[in-house]
């Protein structure tokens, strides 16, 4: 099992930047993919960014070019660098863990999430 926990939201006025961090427990090599995901009020949850294991990255097209997605193996963390944020960015960033297991199952693992807010 893998144990997600997010950190790095608040509140930010538009065109302002928070990087948001995803602390895994487990080394994040191991994991075949993870990702940010968020979900607005009234809202399903949508993807925002994910990158593998071996560093290949993709976006949403309504975050290309703002947002960025990294990994830190040594502190087996994620970062989402969100930069030019407008208030359609408000919402509950979850982060996200998908790998296979011993079986070759397709599992994964959801953080509790953490409220970002982008207002004047």
């Known amino acids: 099992q893998v144990q997600l926990v997010e950190s790095g939201g608040g509140l930010v006025q538009p065109g302002g930047s928070l990087r948001l961090s995803c602390a895994t427990s487990?080394?994040?090599?191991?994991?075949?993919?993870m990702g940010w995901y968020r979900q607005a009020p009234g809202k399903q949850r949508e993807l925002v960014a994910t990158i593998t294991s071996d560093g290949n990255t993709n976006y949403s097209d309504s975050v290309k070019g703002r947002f960025t997605i990294s990994g830190d193996n040594a502190k087996n963390t994620v970062y989402l660098q969100m930069n030019s944020l407008q208030p359609e960015d408000t919402a509950v960033y979850y982060c996200n863990a998908r790998w296979r297991d011993v079986f070759k199952s397709i599992v994964g693992s959801w953080g509790q999430g953490t409220q970002v807010t982008v207002s004047s």
């Open positions: 487990r080394s994040i090599f191991s994991i075949a993919t």
